[in-house]
């Protein structure tokens, strides 16, 4: 099971995000983040842990490993206001976790 | 321009089948693992099925034996056969391309379908 932490952010631009995914066991480094906008297909931002996948800004980070994640976003722009939810690979079957809102006001 | 359309959704009665389609375009589906992903309204994402490029293909448990993955290189698209359906098949299903250089990571998603279960 991965829990997201926390349900909902509310931050400012130019602020920096800290996102938190926690397994339930570990998953080693076989975990994603994706970003989705509403009325949008979800978007691959980070894979095994740390790695940003193709087009992804430098300002997306990826962290961790075993068990605990962070997604951070170093200078929030108004796009980045999106639903962020994390992917483990790693124990079958593969899941998700329940997402995080990020707003930016 | 690279994208995958679903189809093939409805509403259908518990015990009925039904056939969802993902059209490819941009990318032949044979030349990648491809998947479905499901998400029940407020729920999280769930995975369903996949099949990878040998043909090799998976199931969630709570689907095998009802639904089948396939694919078809002459439309370049993806198929899930679902029978037996019961009410908590009922989501949004999505058809995605993993891309083992990024990680396995699922890195092209359809827009989905909507599958309803309900008498």
């Known amino acids: 099971v991965l829990t997201q932490s926390p349900a909902t952010l509310s931050l400012s631009p130019g602020a920096r995000a800290t996102l938190s995914c926690r397994a339930s066991?570990?998953?080693?480094?076989?975990l994603a983040w994706y970003q989705r906008k509403p009325g949008q297909a979800p978007r691959l931002l980070i894979y095994?842990?740390?790695n940003r996948a193709t087009g992804i800004p430098a300002r997306f980070s990826g962290s961790g490993s075993g068990t605990d994640f962070t997604l951070t976003i170093s200078s929030l722009e108004p796009e980045d206001s999106a639903v962020y939810f994390c992917?483990?690979?790693?124990?079958?079957?593969?899941?998700f976790g329940q997402g995080t809102r990020l707003e930016i006001k | 321009e690279v994208q995958l359309v679903e189809s093939g959704g409805g509403l259908v009665q518990p015990g009925w089948s039904l056939r969802l389609s993902c059209a490819a375009s941009?990318?032949?589906?044979?030349?990648?693992?491809m998947h479905w992903v499901r998400q029940a309204t407020g729920k999280r994402l769930e995975w369903v099925s996949g099949?990878?490029?040998?043909?090799?293909?998976d199931y969630r448990d709570s689907v095998r034996g009802r639904f089948t993955i396939s694919r078809e290189s002459g439309s370049n698209s993806l198929y899930l056969q679902m029978s037996s359906l019961r009410d908590g098949d009922t989501a949004v299903y999505y058809c995605?391309?993993?891309?083992?250089?990024?990680?396995?990571?699922?890195?092209?998603w359809g827009q989905g379908t909507m599958v309803t279960v309900s008498s």
């Open positions: 995605v391309r993993r891309l083992w250089t990024a990680g396995g990571g699922f890195d092209l």
């Open positions: 941009g990318i032949t589906v044979g030349s990648y693992d």
């Open positions: 099949i990878g490029t040998a043909g090799d293909t």
């Open positions: 066991q570990s998953v080693s480094n076989y």
């Open positions: 095994d842990a740390s």
């Open positions: 992917h483990q690979r790693d124990i079958w079957p593969m899941t």
